[in-house]
């Protein structure tokens, strides 16, 4: 590959890095006979980002090279950090009964727990907490139980435009099974009752059958870039970390 090929592998490659890229790392990767064309390709990158246009620079930090802030930028990220709301993070109970609400929307709680088997109040409340989900309106049948949605915040932590983006019933059944071989979502310990038993479960896991039954949508919501999508964004205390000794602070 050339140099023009090799420029925007390069700058990805760094700037998806929580850690300093080696130039040694990046050539391994892009080929020994590449060298002289990813030696060019970073060295036109960093003459690019030092250019007063751009708000972040690639340092050369640890024998590596990272993107970061520029030191004059340095008061206006610290305003930005102490104001950022960090990303969400469910566990697997959260992410299941996310998932039914997705799919099943307007949806009750006595529904949502005969789906998946055991008492989902707790993990419910965490998702009205986190606000991606909230009432709407009272079903109409005896004891007119609440009716509980997605919300706008949803869309937002998934990266999706409206409910029609939401994978298929299929994808989410793959996007399961790849938890279970360790793709695991950090976040909170659920208080749910039984909650244990429903990750145990997921070797065959709630049937998305069972969750699509009567779906509005069709489609299923899968984890984003990064609730725990393999682009997961550090959270803030991570974030404050990122402000270097000097003053800096890397770009995330």
């Known amino acids: 590959m050339n140099e023009d090929k090799l420029r925007p592998i390069v700058e990805a490659l760094i700037y998806l890095a929580d850690e300093p890229v080696t130039l040694a790392s990046m050539i391994e990767l892009l080929g020994e006979e590449n060298e002289a064309a990813v030696r060019q390709a970073l060295s036109h990158l960093r003459r690019r980002y030092a250019s007063p246009e751009h708000g972040i620079e690639i ?66 409340k965490t998702l009205v907490d986190k606000k991606l989900v909230t009432t709407g309106g009272r079903k109409n049948v005896v004891g007119r139980p609440i009716l509980y949605k997605t919300t706008r915040d949803f869309l937002l932590q998934f990266g999706l435009r409206n409910l029609g983006e939401l994978p298929s ?28 038993d429903a990750v145990g479960r997921r070797e065959t896991g709630t049937a998305a059958s069972d969750i699509g039954k009567e779906s509005t949508g069709g489609r299923m919501a899968a984890e984003p870039r990064t609730i725990s999508d393999a682009e997961q964004k550090p959270d803030a205390a991570g974030e404050s970390d990122r402000v270097s000794a000097g003053g800096d602070s890397q770009a995330s």
């Open 169 to 196: 019933l299929d994808e989410y059944q793959e996007l399961a099974q790849a938890s279970l071989e360790g793709v695991a979502v950090v976040g909170e310990a659920e208080s749910e009752p039984g909650a244990g």
């Open 59 to 124: 340092k050369e930090i640890a024998d590596g090279y990272k993107m970061a802030t520029k030191p004059e930028h340095h008061a206006w990220v610290q305003k930005f950090l102490k104001h950022h709301t960090p990303p969400i993070r469910l566990s697997l109970p959260a992410l299941e009964t996310l998932a039914v609400i997705a799919y099943r929307q307007p949806v009750t709680l006595p529904e949502i727990q005969e789906i998946r088997g055991v008492n989902a109040a707790a993990v419910m």
